[in-house]
């Protein structure tokens, strides 16, 4: 069977990870988690983008050569996934041998059939998109839009891909097929396939940038950093080999709104579509961090290092608010305050209370283990409707990648067990010699108990760790699978709970 394949983008190894790079592999961590409790294989890539001009820029401004530059990044990279316990299951660095054969064979293939041949450019071109761009792209008072940076006016051979062959096919099969997540960029990118595509430049003369992969038809010509990193999504699985059909078509390019148009929509199909491969079944587009309302930015020093963030907060604490606050497709505003808000409320006051108090419960009057659950009176009754319309709602959100909202509802049902808790107060049923109270006490402990092992089974998409040690404290396995742990049970009885445990520290001051 295929497995269920997934990648995030390749990062530009320009600089250290940021937050927008975190924030990416986490939201993919989170399918990748919750497809493999849905019982599928995943298969998880993740890497960098080393070569084109953005690296030699500040490799130069450093005074270090591309690859020295790239080389002390890419352990940084690598480190950022362990730390934020993102599951990936290979890292595909663009310089390895295993990326740059499949390249230099795919180019081989175009240029032998005559998809690529060899042209003459005059035009405008952004040094800091490299890209070339169009007089009609000027703004009203002649001036280049800001994205572009610097643009210079060039004459050169080059190399091109026939990409405007594919524009009517690429055309019909937007049409035919839900592509883009969410659906309202697809209208961008139908949108963008109104106006004639040009053919795609894919080369660049080594007199002006030689860190890149060599043509294998013409060594004064290296591949354009675009048409060489889209490829690492087939590279990276032994595209050419028997394992290819392990995973594609992938299942979703996860990627920021920024990577849509034209580069992941309309060159990579048609690339797909040039070398006889199947498009990918979808992609998964998310919008982008600002940082206290300001655009991300090395220079105006609004940055958030996700590292340092996690070594503090711990990672799950960085990857709940990352996912609960951010709606898939839309942006979304860090800031300190916001973050030390929702930890403050929804982990340590919630969850972290809940789980605290029913140790402290169960430890003081169930210490052999939980009694069963013998009265349902209407907060029992409620407190297991809950659950139910919980259950239901969650895994719709699950679906369709609404973890923000997957998230908001895990967190009312835990709400409603701590309102359940001060319904029943089982701090004062304990004092109580009476029979009914004491009944009452082990129910109560037994449902909140009981509550807990269901929303924690919904929290392990997003906080692993926290989830797998919940589970330990209610004795249980770690949530491998969701399938048979999703309905109220009475697995608990006479189970024994750990000890008093502070899942989330209340952060210094
Ligand atoms: N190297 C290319 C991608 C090639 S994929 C074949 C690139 N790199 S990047 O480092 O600039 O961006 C990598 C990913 O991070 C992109 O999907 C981008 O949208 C995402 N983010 C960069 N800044 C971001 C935010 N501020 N917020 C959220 N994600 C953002 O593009």
């Not at 982008?288 to 070594?311: L, R």
């Not at 169960?362 to 319309?389: C, H, Q, V, Y």
Request: proline share 4%; glycine share 8%; aromatic share 12%.
């Amino acid at each position: 069977m295929k497995n269920f394949y997934i990648t995030t983008a390749i990062d530009y190894a320009n600089g250290a990870p940021h937050l927008g790079h975190a924030y990416e592999k986490v939201l993919t961590d989170v399918v990748a988690r919750y497809r493999r409790l849905l019982g599928d294989s995943v298969h998880f890539l993740t890497g960098i983008d080393e070569h084109g001009q953005k690296v030699t820029q500040t490799a130069e401004a450093l005074g270090k050569t591309s690859e020295e530059l790239t080389n002390e990044l890419a352990p940084l990279f690598v480190a950022m996934c362990e730390k934020l316990n993102i599951s990936n299951d290979d890292f595909i660095r663009t310089t390895e041998e295993r990326h740059k054969a499949v390249v230099r064979t795919i180019l081989q293939d175009l240029f032998d059939r005559g998809e690529i041949y060899k042209g003459s450019y005059k035009g405008f071109y952004s040094v800091r998109q490299e890209q070339f761009v169009l007089e009609k792209e000027r703004n009203e008072d002649g001036s280049w839009p800001e994205i572009y940076g610097e643009v210079v006016e060039i004459e050169e051979e080059n190399y091109f891909f026939k990409l405007g062959s594919y524009q009517e096919w690429l055309i019909q099969f937007l049409k035919e097929n839900a592509f883009v997540v969410p659906a309202f960029r697809q209208k961008q990118v139908l949108e963008f396939l109104k106006e004639p595509v040009n053919d795609l430049c894919i080369s660049r003369p080594k007199s002006r940038l030689s860190w890149g992969i060599e043509l294998p038809f013409d060594s004064d010509y290296v591949t354009y950093v675009w048409f060489d990193a889209l490829i690492n999504y087939i590279s990276a699985i032994g595209y050419g080999t028997d394992d290819f059909e392990k995973n594609w078509p992938v299942d979703f390019h996860v990627i920021g709104k920024d990577i849509l148009v034209p580069s992941h929509s309309v060159y990579w199909p048609a690339m797909l579509k040039a070398i006889g491969v199947e498009p990918p079944k979808a992609l998964l587009v998310h919008g982008w961090w600002h940082i206290g309302g300001a655009k991300m930015s090395k220079s105006t020093g609004t940055k958030i290092d996700p590292v340092e963030f996690a070594g503090t907060y711990g990672a799950d604490a960085l990857r709940y608010f990352l996912t609960r606050e951010m709606s898939v497709g839309q942006d979304s505003d860090f800031t300190q305050e916001l973050f030390l808000g929702r930890y403050n409320a929804d982990l340590a006051n919630n969850l972290g209370n809940l789980v605290s108090r029913l140790l402290n419960m169960a430890g003081r009057s169930f210490p052999d283990g939980l009694a069963a659950a013998t009265i349902t009176e209407d907060p029992e009754a409620e407190l297991k409707a809950g659950w139910e319309k919980c259950r239901e709602e969650v895994l719709v959100a699950y679906e369709q990648f609404q973890f923000h909202s997957a998230l908001e509802k895990t967190f009312a049902f835990i709400t409603s067990l701590n309102r359940y808790a001060e319904i029943r107060a089982p701090w004062k049923l304990a004092k109580s010699e009476e029979e009914k109270d004491q009944q009452l006490l082990a129910t109560t402990l037994a449902n909140l108990a009981e509550g807990l092992r269901l929303a924690n089974a919904f929290l392990k998409p997003v906080m692993p760790d926290i989830s797998d040690k919940i589970s330990g404290l209610l004795g249980q396995d770690p949530v491998e699978l969701w399938e048979g742990q999703l309905e109220w049970s009475d697995r608990l009885n006479g189970q024994v709970l750990g000890g008093k445990t502070i899942l989330f520290p209340r952060p210094e001051a």
